[in-house]
């Protein structure tokens, strides 16, 4: 199956009824514009502290909310829609970041480069495991398990125990593209039942 044996409304149809497939074929057609559009405005907003993949990510969130609100009675086209609801999202982020009381989280240093992850790999000074009482982590998988798909709810708890995407493609033998718009997903629907 691939992007360019179906439309935008096919795809749609396709996700509506729950078809996984569908979901990532419209998140791996849209990933280019995705990614372009990122491009774009790391140029143009002289933002230090921005990382790329952080527009990209809120561009993902930025289709799925596109994905969930689109109204087909509409006269706007869902590549339309789905554009201006990607450019919201990464403008958004870039509005936050520049407030001034945001400015020492996005001067930060990312978790996800080795070095940092490095550094938690002792779990005495794991910020989740200080912060998290064993409480609050049994109520987050049990949001998780409720819902998330089996599949997106077996990629959350490898994440969650410090893998990669790509550690987390080689585990289940999938795309690293793949795991990376599951992850895209699955933050959306924990950020909806926050």
């Not at 995705?34 to 993902?60: C, P, Q, R, W, Y």
């Not at 895209?184 to 950020?191: D, E, F, G, H, S």
Request: hydrophobic fraction near 35%; charge should be neutral; include cysteine.
């Amino acid at each position: 199956m691939k992007y360019k044996d179906f439309n935008d409304y096919e795809l749609l149809s396709y996700i509506k009824e729950q078809n996984e497939e569908a979901n990532e074929i419209i998140y791996e057609k849209y990933k280019p514009l995705i990614v372009s559009m990122a491009k774009k405005l790391i140029i143009s907003s002289s933002n230090v502290g921005f990382d790329i993949t952080d527009l990209i990510g809120e561009g993902m969130l930025g289709l799925a909310n596109a994905i969930d609100t689109y109204d087909e009675v509409t006269d706007i086209k869902f590549h339309t829609y789905a554009k201006k609801c990607i450019e919201n999202y990464m403008l958004m982020l870039i509005r936050k970041g520049t407030r001034l009381k945001n400015r020492c989280l996005t001067e930060s240093i990312s978790y996800d480069t080795d070095d940092t992850i490095n550094m938690f790999k002792d779990n005495s000074i794991n910020p989740f495991n200080i912060i998290v009482d064993k409480e609050s982590i049994t109520e987050i998988y049990k949001l998780a398990k409720d819902i998330l798909s089996t599949y997106e709810y077996e990629v959350f708890k490898y994440k969650l125990d410090g893998f990669n995407y790509k550690e987390i493609a080689k585990i289940l033998n999938k795309s690293s593209k793949e795991i990376d718009n599951t992850l895209y997903r699955i933050r959306n629907k924990l950020k909806k039942h926050k």
